[in-house]
């Protein structure tokens, strides 16, 4: 090394080379010194002796640790880790040397590493991608000066970069012409059940992008720089993020690497990562930056909390759901089906619209209330269908309600004019130019080029106000999936004779001939599909239908269906035989799921009340329509029942535990 008081030596397991070499080749491409040599297996007595010297004097020893270090106890690279140990015993305490990394899911606490390395910083680079931050931090150790800024007339040269495929990218679409920042690489997704391959689960982890609005009237070249969030994985079943104001803060919720769950905000010009709470879901930021607010679903509550951490403060009684803070301090969220409005300070919500069941509305969403605080953006939802929602935008002053945009979700004003929104099966976001006075549509939307992944009908992603668009990826296939069987541990054996498209449920008949299939597309609805021949049948026609649950016998499906605004359960013979039967009439402000059929014909089901809010599980009579109620619990949200075979125990999930509850269960 020509300077071996800068220099940087990696250490690494032969599987890992890969990764390593792409560490080393970020290192050095901004001037940092890396001994990296590929010929490292070459082994005698010299190369023992070099590297020896070089670990006696490098400035940062970087151990790379993986699932080939761990599973390997012999190596060479542990001869190193040793040397590096022993060397940083005579180090004076305080003074970086050791920089382990990983660079897949291995925990930092069960690294098979010397003790001196668990008392340092970790980093996680997935597969071995460095983003800046890492880079200006090795340097910062090193105590190395920061390469010259560029001149100005190189500045001005639009930059030759590469796209998802790796061609030179330019979205000439987009009249915003946005610049793209990559962030978060999240942990890999967990697999559907059901038989269902999802081809997003396909992938290994998930990264989210930050777009930023450009100076208007100036040419902005597309960008793409990668900043990942690690050690922290963005929550698989909770998915949801939020930008600050600013565009300087990250909030999100996931888990660290001791799989510590809660709510994150990261500073998106450091690596500071502060946890806020310990539980909660859908995270937003006060106009200030100062606060965040959540739902704490244990408590059924909005609360607040400081950006920094702290005590969490009571807003109201409300269960998860969207949010956003107006510069008046008031704080508008969705609670259930409509959205409503509180103070800062808390206090009792008030609404703020109400369900035109004339229209067939059954859930106003996703509200965002723009900068001046005059208009409120939500998406209004007749059935769950890609053709069943639009962008509606409501005037605080009068109440008065217009169309922005159909067919999307999840609408964000961005400066100077533009409404962004999630729409359809590919998972898409769109922009439509608005007038900012009044958010009607000038022209026509446009793809903005990238897929954003949801999770739970949640499309994740947000837009500051300083016009910072932070997503998590998604496939450019979107909700599109195949139907595969699988085995017990997990391995695939063929695929089902019926086409792509996006499934999202699957019930096997009890006699396992027939396959029951909720395919969200321009509606929702429900197809059967036998096993013994290709192809799908439609089994309802006409409104959403959801949720469906297989009778004893397989004659029947019960389900829940979506009409006119109103969720009620019906029940269908298999065989074509009869039109749907109406089982428990749709009431405003509730919600009803089938859960399973008993022996004798009657139905566990789940109802939420809007008022509360709570969910209770009942035993419903076909016949009479009576409803009994099951599970004396103390608890007010009970949900996903499922009945033994033999009619003897139900189990179900409720607020009490995280784990199912087993009850058992008498005719």
Not at 145 to 151: I, L
Not at 570 to 595: C, H, I, M, N
Request: net charge neutral; hydrophobic share 40%; aromatic share 10%.
């Amino acid at each position: 090394m020509s300077e071996s008081g800068k220099a940087v030596f990696l250490s690494y397991a032969s599987q890992d080379a890969d990764a390593a070499r792409r560490i080393a080749q970020a290192l050095r491409a901004e001037g940092i010194e890396v001994w990296f040599d590929e010929s490292a297996l070459a082994g005698g007595e010299a190369w023992d002796a070099s590297i020896r010297r070089q670990i006696r004097d490098c400035a940062l020893f970087v151990a790379i640790v993986s699932a080939h270090t761990q599973a390997r106890k012999e190596g060479y690279f542990r001869l190193e880790w040793k040397l590096a140990d022993e060397r940083s015993q005579l180090i004076a305490e305080g003074t970086p040397f050791v920089l382990p990394v990983i660079i897949d899911g291995t925990k930092e606490r069960d690294a098979l590493v010397p003790k001196s390395f668990l008392g340092v910083q970790w980093t996680w680079l997935p597969h071995g991608e460095v983003p800046p931050g890492f880079v200006a931090r090795v340097r910062k150790l090193l105590g190395a000066p920061a390469p010259p800024a560029p001149r100005p007339d190189a500045m001005a040269q639009p930059p030759q970069v590469s796209g998802p495929a790796g061609a030179p990218f330019r979205d000439t679409r987009s009249p915003l012409r946005p610049s793209w920042l990559r962030l978060l690489p999240s942990g890999p997704t967990l697999a559907r059940g059901m038989a269902i391959a999802s081809a997003a689960s396909l992938l290994t982890a998930a990264a989210a992008w930050l777009w930023f609005r450009p100076v208007p009237g100036t040419e902005q070249p597309v960008t793409r720089l990668t900043a990942p969030i690690a050690p922290f994985h963005i929550d698989d079943i909770m998915s949801d993020l939020a930008l600050s104001a600013d565009g300087k803060l990250l909030a999100f919720v996931g888990t660290d690497v001791e799989s510590a769950r809660g709510i994150y905000v990261r500073r998106l010009d450091s690596y500071e990562v502060v946890r806020v709470t310990e539980t909660g879901t859908g995270p937003f930021f006060s106009p200030d930056n100062k606060w965040v607010a959540f739902w704490d679903n244990d408590q059924k509550k909005l609360k607040k909390v400081g950006a920094t951490g702290g005590p969490a403060i009571d807003l109201c009684t409300s269960k998860d759901g969207h949010g956003t803070w107006a510069p008046d301090g008031l704080i508008y969220f969705e609670n259930f089906t409509t959205i409503q409005k509180v103070s800062e300070t808390g206090g009792n919500p008030e609404p703020v619209t109400r369900l035109d069941l004339s229209r067939k509305e059954f859930r106003h969403g996703f509200p965002d209330v723009t900068p001046d605080g005059k208009w409120l953006l939500l998406t209004v939802y007749t059935g769950w269908g890609w053709d069943e929602m639009q962008i509606e935008a409501l005037s605080l002053a009068t109440g008065a309600r217009h169309v922005v945009a159909r067919g999307g979700e999840k609408a964000r004003f961005v400066a100077p004019g533009y409404v962004v929104y999630h729409r359809g099966a590919k998972d898409e976001l769109f922009a439509i130019p608005v007038d900012h006075r009044s958010l009607r549509p000038t022209g026509a939307a446009v793809p903005l080029g990238e897929h954003v992944r949801a999770q739970n009908f949640t499309p994740i992603y947000d837009v500051s106000a300083s016009g910072t668009l932070a997503y998590v990826a998604g496939d450019p296939r979107g909700a599109e999936r195949r139907l595969v069987w699988k085995d017990r541990t997990g391995q695939q054996r063929e695929e089902l004779a019926v086409p792509p498209r996006p499934y999202m449920d699957a019930r096997l008949s009890p006699d396992g001939r027939t396959a029951v299939l909720q395919i969200r597309e321009s509606n929702t609805e429900l197809w059967l599909h036998s096993l013994s021949r290709p192809g799908l049948v439609p089994f309802t026609r006409g409104g959403t239908s959801i949720f469906p649950v297989w009778s004893h016998d397989g004659r029947r499906i019960a389900f829940t269906g979506i009409r006119n605004g109103l969720w009620g359960i019906y029940a269908k013979s298999v065989d074509g035989t009869d039109q749907e039967t109406e089982l428990l009439a749709g009431s405003e402000g509730r919600r009803v799921l089938p859960g399973a059929w008993t022996s004798d014909g009657r139905l566990v089901i789940q109802i939420m009340e809007a008022q509360g809010p709570t969910s209770d599980l009942w035993l419903l009579d076909p016949g009479s329509g009576k409803l009994v109620t099951l599970a004396d619990l103390p608890s007010s949200w009970e949900f996903g029942p499922s009945l033994s075979p033999n009619n003897q125990w139900l189990a179900f999930g409720s607020d009490l535990s995280r784990i199912h509850a087993v009850e058992s269960f008498h005719d």
